[in-house]
Protein backbone atom coordinates (compact mmCIF):
# COMPACT_ATOMS: atom_id res chain seq x y z
CA UNK A 1 0.00 0.00 0.00
CA UNK A 2 0.73 3.33 -0.95
CA UNK A 3 2.19 5.47 1.76
CA UNK A 4 -0.65 8.10 3.02
CA UNK A 5 -0.11 11.64 4.29
CA UNK A 6 -2.18 14.35 5.74
CA UNK A 7 -2.25 18.08 4.57
CA UNK A 8 -2.88 19.39 7.60
CA UNK A 9 -4.58 22.99 6.78
CA UNK A 10 -5.66 24.67 9.78
CA UNK A 11 -3.08 27.00 9.74
CA UNK A 12 -4.46 28.20 6.27
CA UNK A 13 -8.25 27.48 5.57
CA UNK A 14 -8.64 27.07 9.01
CA UNK A 15 -7.73 31.09 9.45
CA UNK A 16 -11.09 31.61 8.10
CA UNK A 17 -12.42 30.81 11.69
CA UNK A 18 -10.62 33.65 13.55
CA UNK A 19 -10.18 36.30 9.84
CA UNK A 20 -7.70 36.45 7.84
CA UNK A 21 -4.94 34.35 9.67
CA UNK A 22 -3.63 33.11 13.24
CA UNK A 23 -1.39 35.29 14.93
CA UNK A 24 1.92 34.37 15.99
CA UNK A 25 1.40 32.58 19.02
CA UNK A 26 -1.63 30.30 17.64
CA UNK A 27 0.55 29.45 14.75
CA UNK A 28 3.71 28.53 16.73
CA UNK A 29 1.24 26.58 19.16
CA UNK A 30 -0.32 24.74 16.28
CA UNK A 31 3.08 23.99 14.22
CA UNK A 32 4.71 22.31 17.31
CA UNK A 33 1.45 20.16 18.53
CA UNK A 34 1.50 18.81 14.67
CA UNK A 35 5.13 18.23 14.39
CA UNK A 36 5.37 17.04 17.82
CA UNK A 37 2.40 14.48 16.45
CA UNK A 38 4.05 13.46 14.07
CA UNK A 39 1.95 15.31 10.95
CA UNK A 40 4.74 17.35 9.16
CA UNK A 41 3.27 18.34 5.63
CA UNK A 42 1.85 21.66 6.90
CA UNK A 43 0.42 24.56 5.02
CA UNK A 44 0.08 27.91 6.74
CA UNK A 45 -0.36 31.76 6.26
CA UNK A 46 -2.75 34.16 5.23
CA UNK A 47 -6.12 32.39 4.48
CA UNK A 48 -6.08 33.28 0.65
CA UNK A 49 -2.51 32.82 0.55
CA UNK A 50 1.25 34.14 -0.54
CA UNK A 51 0.27 37.55 -1.75
CA UNK A 52 -3.22 38.11 -0.61
CA UNK A 53 -2.48 40.23 2.05
CA UNK A 54 -1.41 43.21 0.03
CA UNK A 55 -3.10 41.96 -3.47
CA UNK A 56 -6.59 41.06 -1.84
CA UNK A 57 -6.46 43.42 1.29
CA UNK A 58 -6.58 39.93 2.83
CA UNK A 59 -5.26 41.59 6.44
CA UNK A 60 -4.04 38.90 8.86
CA UNK A 61 -2.62 39.67 12.13
CA UNK A 62 1.03 38.56 10.52
CA UNK A 63 2.37 39.95 6.75
CA UNK A 64 3.59 37.25 4.37
CA UNK A 65 7.20 37.98 5.25
CA UNK A 66 6.18 37.71 9.30
CA UNK A 67 4.56 34.80 8.44
CA UNK A 68 7.65 33.40 7.03
CA UNK A 69 10.07 34.30 9.68
CA UNK A 70 8.01 32.74 12.28
CA UNK A 71 8.20 29.66 10.33
CA UNK A 72 11.92 29.41 10.24
CA UNK A 73 12.69 27.60 13.10
CA UNK A 74 10.61 24.70 12.33
CA UNK A 75 11.69 24.12 8.63
CA UNK A 76 13.99 20.83 9.27
CA UNK A 77 11.03 19.25 11.07
CA UNK A 78 8.88 19.48 8.61
CA UNK A 79 7.61 20.05 4.67
CA UNK A 80 6.13 23.40 5.48
CA UNK A 81 4.45 26.02 2.53
CA UNK A 82 2.01 28.21 1.60
CA UNK A 83 -0.82 28.16 -0.74
CA UNK A 84 -1.51 30.94 -3.36
CA UNK A 85 -4.21 32.04 -5.88
CA UNK A 86 -2.69 31.57 -9.13
CA UNK A 87 -2.95 35.28 -10.16
CA UNK A 88 -0.51 35.94 -6.96
CA UNK A 89 2.09 33.05 -8.48
CA UNK A 90 4.25 36.01 -9.41
CA UNK A 91 8.06 35.37 -10.05
CA UNK A 92 8.51 37.88 -7.00
CA UNK A 93 5.99 36.05 -4.84
CA UNK A 94 7.84 32.83 -5.63
CA UNK A 95 10.78 34.13 -4.86
CA UNK A 96 9.78 35.15 -1.94
CA UNK A 97 9.14 31.72 -0.45
CA UNK A 98 12.09 30.12 -2.14
CA UNK A 99 14.25 32.63 -0.09
CA UNK A 100 12.81 31.96 2.83
CA UNK A 101 13.20 28.21 2.09
CA UNK A 102 9.72 26.67 1.70
CA UNK A 103 9.08 22.92 0.93
CA UNK A 104 6.65 23.71 -1.11
CA UNK A 105 3.54 26.37 -2.54
CA UNK A 106 0.44 25.00 -3.65
CA UNK A 107 -0.94 26.85 -6.48
CA UNK A 108 -5.34 27.17 -6.56
CA UNK A 109 -7.59 28.50 -9.56
CA UNK A 110 -10.98 26.99 -10.14
CA UNK A 111 -11.40 23.87 -12.25
CA UNK A 112 -10.96 24.75 -15.75
CA UNK A 113 -8.63 27.17 -15.08
CA UNK A 114 -5.56 25.61 -15.18
CA UNK A 115 -3.94 27.76 -18.53
CA UNK A 116 -3.50 30.76 -16.38
CA UNK A 117 -1.39 28.24 -13.99
CA UNK A 118 1.18 27.01 -15.70
CA UNK A 119 3.66 29.68 -15.49
CA UNK A 120 3.55 29.92 -12.21
CA UNK A 121 4.03 26.24 -11.99
CA UNK A 122 7.28 26.68 -14.00
CA UNK A 123 8.69 29.13 -11.73
CA UNK A 124 7.96 26.93 -8.58
CA UNK A 125 10.18 24.10 -9.81
CA UNK A 126 12.45 26.57 -11.34
CA UNK A 127 13.13 27.86 -7.69
CA UNK A 128 13.43 24.77 -6.29
CA UNK A 129 10.36 24.28 -3.95
CA UNK A 130 7.92 21.44 -4.33
CA UNK A 131 4.50 22.62 -6.64
CA UNK A 132 0.94 21.28 -5.08
CA UNK A 133 -2.20 21.97 -7.40
CA UNK A 134 -5.48 23.00 -6.23
CA UNK A 135 -8.40 22.57 -8.20
CA UNK A 136 -10.97 24.40 -6.88
CA UNK A 137 -14.74 23.63 -6.97
CA UNK A 138 -13.38 20.51 -8.56
CA UNK A 139 -17.05 19.13 -8.88
CA UNK A 140 -18.37 22.20 -11.39
CA UNK A 141 -16.21 19.95 -14.10
CA UNK A 142 -17.36 15.85 -14.92
CA UNK A 143 -14.41 13.48 -13.89
CA UNK A 144 -12.89 13.12 -17.37
CA UNK A 145 -12.52 16.49 -17.73
CA UNK A 146 -11.03 17.06 -14.44
CA UNK A 147 -8.92 14.38 -15.13
CA UNK A 148 -7.33 16.04 -18.32
CA UNK A 149 -6.92 19.19 -16.62
CA UNK A 150 -4.63 17.12 -14.66
CA UNK A 151 -2.82 15.58 -16.98
CA UNK A 152 -2.20 19.22 -18.78
CA UNK A 153 -0.76 20.47 -15.48
CA UNK A 154 1.09 17.32 -14.72
CA UNK A 155 3.19 17.87 -18.01
CA UNK A 156 4.15 21.39 -16.86
CA UNK A 157 6.25 19.66 -13.64
CA UNK A 158 3.46 19.57 -10.83
CA UNK A 159 4.48 16.91 -7.92
CA UNK A 160 0.78 16.84 -6.92
CA UNK A 161 -2.69 16.85 -7.62
CA UNK A 162 -5.46 18.04 -5.00
CA UNK A 163 -9.05 17.45 -6.02
CA UNK A 164 -10.54 20.13 -4.41
CA UNK A 165 -14.35 19.86 -2.80
CA UNK A 166 -15.15 23.46 -1.97
CA UNK A 167 -18.62 23.19 -1.17
CA UNK A 168 -18.98 20.16 0.66
CA UNK A 169 -21.56 19.21 -2.51
CA UNK A 170 -19.61 15.55 -3.12
CA UNK A 171 -20.69 11.98 -1.96
CA UNK A 172 -18.43 9.28 -1.70
CA UNK A 173 -19.45 7.68 -4.93
CA UNK A 174 -18.79 10.94 -6.94
CA UNK A 175 -15.38 10.91 -4.94
CA UNK A 176 -14.53 7.74 -5.85
CA UNK A 177 -15.19 8.36 -9.42
CA UNK A 178 -13.08 11.56 -9.46
CA UNK A 179 -9.97 10.04 -8.03
CA UNK A 180 -10.87 7.13 -10.62
CA UNK A 181 -10.80 8.72 -13.53
CA UNK A 182 -7.57 10.80 -12.11
CA UNK A 183 -4.96 8.31 -11.06
CA UNK A 184 -6.01 6.82 -14.81
CA UNK A 185 -4.56 9.69 -15.85
CA UNK A 186 -1.57 10.96 -14.32
CA UNK A 187 1.45 9.49 -12.18
CA UNK A 188 1.63 12.03 -9.29
CA UNK A 189 -0.25 11.52 -6.25
CA UNK A 190 -3.43 12.94 -6.24
CA UNK A 191 -4.95 14.64 -2.98
CA UNK A 192 -8.38 15.28 -1.80
CA UNK A 193 -9.85 18.40 0.29
CA UNK A 194 -13.25 17.79 2.02
CA UNK A 195 -15.12 20.44 3.06
CA UNK A 196 -18.22 18.93 5.62
CA UNK A 197 -21.05 20.97 4.85
CA UNK A 198 -23.23 17.60 4.29
CA UNK A 199 -21.40 15.97 7.09
CA UNK A 200 -19.16 13.53 4.52
CA UNK A 201 -16.21 14.69 4.96
CA UNK A 202 -14.68 11.58 6.81
CA UNK A 203 -16.56 9.46 4.33
CA UNK A 204 -15.30 10.73 1.28
CA UNK A 205 -11.35 10.96 2.72
CA UNK A 206 -12.18 7.17 3.12
CA UNK A 207 -13.53 7.09 -0.19
CA UNK A 208 -10.57 8.81 -2.13
CA UNK A 209 -7.79 6.88 -0.67
CA UNK A 210 -9.75 3.40 -1.86
CA UNK A 211 -9.69 5.11 -5.50
CA UNK A 212 -6.28 5.54 -5.19
CA UNK A 213 -6.04 9.10 -3.14
CA UNK A 214 -2.78 9.61 -1.07
CA UNK A 215 -2.63 12.35 0.53
CA UNK A 216 -5.68 14.18 2.48
CA UNK A 217 -5.87 17.51 3.65
CA UNK A 218 -7.61 18.06 6.75
CA UNK A 219 -7.94 20.88 10.02
CA UNK A 220 -7.96 20.70 14.03
CA UNK A 221 -11.16 20.70 15.34
CA UNK A 222 -12.26 20.67 11.55
CA UNK A 223 -11.28 24.12 11.56
CA UNK A 224 -12.10 25.93 7.77
CA UNK A 225 -14.55 28.35 6.30
CA UNK A 226 -18.19 27.40 5.89
CA UNK A 227 -18.88 23.88 7.84
CA UNK A 228 -15.29 23.32 8.17
CA UNK A 229 -12.76 20.64 6.72
CA UNK A 230 -12.68 16.96 7.32
CA UNK A 231 -10.96 17.27 11.04
CA UNK A 232 -7.76 16.39 11.29
CA UNK A 233 -8.01 14.17 14.58
CA UNK A 234 -11.11 12.42 13.06
CA UNK A 235 -9.58 11.40 9.52
CA UNK A 236 -6.44 10.09 11.76
CA UNK A 237 -8.72 7.98 13.58
CA UNK A 238 -10.87 6.96 10.74
CA UNK A 239 -7.90 5.78 8.90
CA UNK A 240 -6.18 3.68 12.03
CA UNK A 241 -9.34 2.50 12.44
CA UNK A 242 -9.09 0.67 9.36
CA UNK A 243 -5.18 -0.41 9.95
CA UNK A 244 -3.49 2.85 7.93
CA UNK A 245 -1.26 6.01 8.75
CA UNK A 246 -0.07 4.65 12.37
CA UNK A 247 2.89 6.63 12.06
CA UNK A 248 0.45 9.57 13.26
CA UNK A 249 0.50 10.17 17.21
CA UNK A 250 -3.01 10.31 18.00
CA UNK A 251 -2.77 9.98 21.24
CA UNK A 252 -0.47 13.15 21.46
CA UNK A 253 -2.64 14.62 18.85
CA UNK A 254 -5.58 13.73 21.00
CA UNK A 255 -3.98 15.52 24.01
CA UNK A 256 -2.80 18.90 22.71
CA UNK A 257 -6.16 19.70 21.02
CA UNK A 258 -7.55 18.71 24.72
CA UNK A 259 -5.26 20.85 26.94
CA UNK A 260 -4.21 23.33 24.43
CA UNK A 261 -6.10 24.08 21.21
CA UNK A 262 -9.22 23.67 22.33
CA UNK A 263 -8.60 25.78 25.45
CA UNK A 264 -7.43 28.78 23.28
CA UNK A 265 -10.02 28.36 20.95
CA UNK A 266 -12.58 29.34 23.13
CA UNK A 267 -11.88 33.08 22.94
CA UNK A 268 -13.63 32.85 19.63
CA UNK A 269 -16.15 31.15 20.59
CA UNK A 270 -15.12 28.25 18.34
CA UNK A 271 -15.47 24.27 19.26
CA UNK A 272 -14.98 20.67 17.13
CA UNK A 273 -18.13 18.88 16.74
CA UNK A 274 -16.70 15.64 18.11
CA UNK A 275 -14.40 16.26 21.69
CA UNK A 276 -11.27 13.51 21.92
CA UNK A 277 -13.35 11.11 24.27
CA UNK A 278 -15.49 10.66 22.12
CA UNK A 279 -13.61 10.33 18.77
CA UNK A 280 -12.05 7.40 21.33
CA UNK A 281 -14.79 5.79 21.57
CA UNK A 282 -16.08 5.68 18.35
CA UNK A 283 -12.49 4.25 17.37
CA UNK A 284 -12.35 1.74 19.81
CA UNK A 285 -15.89 0.77 19.60
CA UNK A 286 -16.89 1.61 23.30
CA UNK A 287 -19.95 2.37 24.51
CA UNK A 288 -20.51 5.92 26.08
CA UNK A 289 -22.28 4.38 29.19
CA UNK A 290 -19.12 3.20 30.52
CA UNK A 291 -17.04 6.50 30.27
CA UNK A 292 -17.21 6.70 34.54
CA UNK A 293 -15.69 3.35 34.91
CA UNK A 294 -12.58 4.15 32.61
CA UNK A 295 -12.19 7.82 34.45
CA UNK A 296 -11.96 6.42 37.29
CA UNK A 297 -9.67 3.95 36.86
CA UNK A 298 -7.27 5.18 35.21
CA UNK A 299 -7.17 8.22 37.50
CA UNK A 300 -6.95 5.94 40.72
CA UNK A 301 -4.00 3.90 38.78
CA UNK A 302 -2.46 7.19 37.04
CA UNK A 303 -2.69 5.56 33.15
CA UNK A 304 -3.46 7.50 30.19
CA UNK A 305 -7.56 7.38 29.81
CA UNK A 306 -7.44 7.18 25.79
CA UNK A 307 -4.93 4.26 25.43
CA UNK A 308 -6.76 2.34 27.89
CA UNK A 309 -10.28 2.67 26.50
CA UNK A 310 -8.99 1.26 23.19
CA UNK A 311 -6.82 -1.74 24.38
CA UNK A 312 -9.52 -2.48 26.69
CA UNK A 313 -12.28 -2.51 24.06
CA UNK A 314 -9.93 -4.64 21.84
CA UNK A 315 -11.02 -7.46 24.03
CA UNK A 316 -14.00 -6.77 24.94
CA UNK A 317 -16.26 -4.36 23.58
CA UNK A 318 -20.29 -4.98 24.97
CA UNK A 319 -19.26 -5.10 29.05
CA UNK A 320 -15.80 -4.69 29.87
CA UNK A 321 -15.66 -5.79 33.68
CA UNK A 322 -13.56 -3.71 36.26
CA UNK A 323 -11.75 -6.45 36.67
CA UNK A 324 -10.29 -6.00 32.87
CA UNK A 325 -10.19 -2.53 33.02
CA UNK A 326 -8.18 -2.71 36.16
CA UNK A 327 -5.31 -5.52 34.40
CA UNK A 328 -5.05 -3.49 30.97
CA UNK A 329 -3.97 -0.27 33.41
CA UNK A 330 -1.79 -2.10 35.05
CA UNK A 331 -0.12 -3.01 31.90
CA UNK A 332 0.16 0.69 31.23
CA UNK A 333 2.10 1.76 34.53
Not at 144 to 162: F, V
Not at 184 to 207: D, K, M, Y
Not at 221 to 244: D, I, P, Y
Not at 271 to 283: E, N, T
Amino acid sequence: MKELKIMDCTLRDGANVVGKGFDADLTRMMLEGLIESNIKTIEYGNCLGLGAYEADHSIAPLTDLEYLELAQPYLNQAEIGMFMGAKNATAGNIELAARYGLNFLRIGANAGDGECAKEGIRLVKKNGMVCRYSLMKAYILPPDELAREAKMLEACGLDEITIMDSAGTMTPDEVSEYVDQMSAAVQIPIAFHGHNNLGLSVANALAAQKAGATVFDAGLLGMARSAGNCATELAVAAFQRKNMMHDVRLYQLLTFIEDKLAPAMEKYNYRASVSPLDLIYGMAGCHSSFAGRFEQIAKEKGVPLYPLIVKVSAIDRKNPSEELIRKIADGLK
